[in-house]
């Protein structure tokens, strides 16, 4: 069988962040840099897509290290509104992997003339939305055929989790960061071949996490969509038990990602309770009865432990989406860059 772009896309992930380590510290210094000097009171996002899931994955990076207020903010407000924001104290970080949405570029820019400091984290630093930002965070990935970000999204959360690091002078995430490209090489490794025999003609499943894992959570349910055709809802552990854990019944497939990190009690009393429930349930990062766990890399900085699972993920959905029929490079009725206004 001919090896996927998808495939080779998610095996570059450990040289490709090497590569933005190299090549990018710089930028990311001086970015950091003039984050201390603004010192924001409020980081706000502007992203769709996976990028979206990058910057939700930021927002609880960026809270949980420093203290700050994140917030997602609709680029339609600037795009087809026009409807200034005043962004004195901001700091704007833009994620997208082309760099060339209408809406984001356009968000970006008046988050400037707002008062924004604006950072760009780009796979293409030539694209408008760098040229409108006071920094730009080169991904250094190379190119993405496939349709189904993954290389970029790894990267791109790697970017933020690095200006995070400088931002704050924090040596103990400089470290995980700088250790990073080891732990996506053995994330490569993780074998979920149990995952997959459920999943092989399954219709519909949750996908659960909380903190940055919520993140993972979220573009782990856009890929089922995505690559393999399979419906999948994405939901923190606690606000699945407020309503949506009403329709897990019998056989219903769950998918958990637990990660080390202090969430982690609450996430493995939310996969107990969906057992008794009958669910099929699938865990990351712990042992509960009645649930089978897949296996993880451990030991991890807790704010970067989501991320190295995302890479297990993705060459697991690469390998599902074919089991189950599809191209996992050309999704039906996607394109590699959408652009929107």
């Not at 933020?160 to 732990?183: F, I, K, N, T, Y």
């Not at 994330?187 to 993972?216: E, T």
């Not at 900085?301 to 599809?326: D, K, Q």
Request: net charge negative; aromatic share 6%.
């Amino acid at each position: 069988m001919t090896q996927s772009h998808m495939s080779r896309e998610v095996a570059e992930i450990p040289e490709a962040a090497r590569r933005f380590l190299t090549l990018s510290a710089d930028a990311t210094a001086s970015a950091a840099a003039s984050m201390r000097k603004a010192d924001p009171a409020l980081v706000v996002t502007v992203a769709r897509g996976s990028s979206d899931h990058a910057a939700t994955y930021l927002k609880y990076a960026v809270e949980l290290l420093a203290g700050v207020p994140v917030a997602s903010v609709g680029p339609s407000v600037a795009s087809i509104y026009h409807r200034p924001l005043k962004l004195g104290r901001a700091a704007c970080i833009g994620i997208s992997q082309s760099g060339q949405s209408p809406d984001i570029v356009e968000m970006i820019r008046a988050a400037g003339e707002g008062g924004a400091l604006t950072v760009a984290i780009t796979n293409h630093a030539a694209s408008p939305m760098a040229a409108a930002s006071a920094h730009c965070l080169a991904l250094q990935a190379g190119v993405e055929h496939s349709v189904a970000a993954t290389k970029t999204f790894v990267s791109s959360v790697l970017a933020g989790l690095a200006l995070l690091a400088e931002w704050q002078e924090d040596a103990s995430l400089r470290a995980a960061v700088a250790a990073l490209p080891e732990a996506f090489a053995e994330a490569l490794s993780m074998d979920w071949a149990p995952l997959a025999a459920r999943l092989s003609r399954a219709q519909s499943l949750y996908v659960i996490g909380r903190g940055p894992a919520f993140a993972i959570a979220n573009e782990a349910a856009l890929k089922f969509k995505e690559t393999c055709g399979l419906h999948a809802e994405s939901y923190s552990a606690a606000e699945v038990l407020h309503g949506p854990s009403a329709i897990v019944q019998a056989q219903f497939p769950v998918f958990a990602l637990g990660v080390e990190d202090a969430a982690l009690p609450k996430l493995t009393e939310t996969a107990i309770r969906l057992v008794a429930q009958g669910a099929d349930v699938f865990l990351t990062g712990a042992d509960v009865p009645g649930a089978t766990r897949l296996p993880s890399v451990s030991g991890l900085h807790p704010l970067c432990a989501p991320l190295v699972l995302s890479v297990s993920f993705y060459a697991f959905i690469e390998a599902l989406a074919r089991r189950r029929g599809f191209d996992p490079d050309i999704p039906p009725h996607l394109r590699k860059v959408t652009e929107t206004v």
